[in-house]
């Protein structure tokens, strides 16, 4: 029996090394992937909706991950609804995802 695996697109995007070095230590941390991490955060955009660009610094680290067709086809569809190039989403979304999370780790 042959199972068909789904079309993928490969995602690319350069982060700032300490941003993708905070971000492994977060997936880490929460025992999954990056990948599969990043595939939560854009399957759940509210996200992106408060963050804000982030600047790229150098040095950068290049991060990339296969998206499932129909995840990368919404998740560009909602970039172009909020005029945004999806490489700056990202780096804003995972910068706003771990400043939450650092937040929260400082609330009594």
Known sequence: MTTTA???VRFTVDLPLSLHQQFSALAERQ????AEFFRLMIEKPQLGAIAQPAPLRRPTKRFTVDLPL????????QMIRQHQKKAVWVRGAIAQLLKDMKDDAVMP
Not at 70 to 77: K, N, T, V, W
């Open 6 to 8: 789904e079309e993928t």
């Open 70 to 77: 129909a995840l990368h086809e919404a998740f560009s569809i």
């Open 31 to 34: 025992g999954i992937s990056k």
